[in-house]
């Protein structure tokens, strides 16, 4: 039977702080999708949220598709995480104790080919081990590009169906709304949105079921302003989270 769709009150606006410390609830295996445009603040966003979450027995492995990224490294010394360059990380001196956060980061040649070969082969493999042994958050700051430059619909498409019951959660954001795979949607118990001038954008955004209006989705993300996300989260609970 469908949901029904009712007239829900705006959503109050909360300050980010605030918002992850005393009302951001994850449950190990919970998927979380953010969606934005370029410098719409995403990418801070998932990693503050990250930082807020991740612990040794519950670490977040980011997939890092750049050969450069100063937001990535800034994160990474914040959460003191371990690089490494291929999955699973060999013996390390420097991490005698499982660290909360592994920032998986194929090197680059700059030759797109072998690259793009080098982290398929990587990221597919981590994908597949976080599967199959669960209690892991993965990190996927560009979702799209996994899914479509790199061909790993299927294994992102196992962790957002199945991954929930190994206590797996894949955290996916992506700045092409309308291009990502629809599980990115239907599978994020919390899902985040930002205005976005792209029409096909707001048409996938007007997709959203979940028994939250459509309309109002629509409105409230196309008065958002700059680094405000209207949030959605289990239960229908819904707000606009600050910067």
Same mark, same amino acid.
């Given at each position: ?105 194929? @090197?680059?040649? %700059?030759? +797109?080919?072998?690259?793009?070969? =080098?982290?398929?082969?990587? #990221?597919?493999?981590?994908?597949? &081990? ?45 700045? @092409?709304?309308? %291009?990502? +795979?629809?599980?990115?949607?239907? =599978?994020?118990?919390?899902? #985040?949105?930002?205005?976005?001038? &792209? ?45």
């Amino acid at each position: 039977m469908a949901a029904t769709l009712v007239r829900h009150p705006d959503p109050v606006v909360l300050e980010r702080d605030e918002f992850i410390r005393r009302r951001f609830d994850y449950r190990p295996g919970q998927h979380l999708t953010i969606m934005g445009p370029t410098e719409s603040g995403k990418t801070t966003l998932l990693y503050q949220l990250a930082n807020q979450v991740a612990h040794p027995k519950l670490p977040a492995i980011v997939l890092v598709m750049k050969p450069k990224d100063e937001t990535v490294d800034s994160w990474a010394k914040v959460m003191r995480a371990r690089r490494s360059y291929a999955w699973p990380p060999g013996p390390s001196m420097w991490f005698q104790r499982r660290p909360r956060a592994y920032t998986v980061w194929p @090197r680059h040649t %700059f030759d +797109p080919d072998y690259d793009d070969a =080098m982290m398929e082969a990587v #990221f597919r493999r981590t994908l597949l &081990d976080s599967y199959k042994r669960g209690k892991r958050i993965v990190v996927a700051d560009e979702v799209y590009g996994l899914a479509v430059d790199l061909g790993l619909t299927r294994p992102l498409g196992a962790i957002w169906k199945r991954g929930r019951s190994m206590k797996c959660g894949l955290w996916a954001a992506s700045q @092409r709304p309308a %291009f990502v +795979p629809l599980d990115a949607y239907s =599978m994020a118990q919390h899902l #985040f949105l930002h205005r976005d001038p &792209d029409l096909r954008a707001r048409k996938r955004y007007s997709e959203i079921g979940g028994g939250i209006d459509p309309k109002m989705i629509l409105d409230v993300t196309s008065s958002l302003h700059d680094h405000n996300f209207f949030y959605i989260g289990p239960g229908r609970r819904y707000c606009i989270v600050a910067p």
